[in-house]
């Protein structure tokens, strides 16, 4: 899937493509050894043109946003 997505000529990078792409890969992935399975995804985001450090890094940011509103949300009250 991610392949189509990236040759739509209607598609474009977000934060949100990114942490859906790496908890996929994650979650699929998730049996291999760490280090096979980062050679995995470096392959992968190789052939999407993509670089799998900003894809990582965009997905960690999305998944942590939910735990800082958290956060917050537990401060003000």
Do not use: C
């Not at 399975?37 to 470096?42: A, P, S, T």
């Amino acid at each position: 899937m991610s392949h189509l997505d990236t040759v739509n000529a209607r598609w474009s990078y977000d934060l949100l493509w990114a942490a859906g792409l790496y908890s996929t890969f994650d979650l699929f992935f998730a049996a291999i050894e760490e280090k096979t399975r980062g050679q995995l995804f470096n392959a992968l985001m190789g052939a999407l043109k993509q670089d799998p450090e900003k894809i990582k890094a965009d997905a960690m940011m999305v998944s942590a946003y939910p735990l800082s509103l958290s956060i917050e949300m537990s401060i003000m009250y």
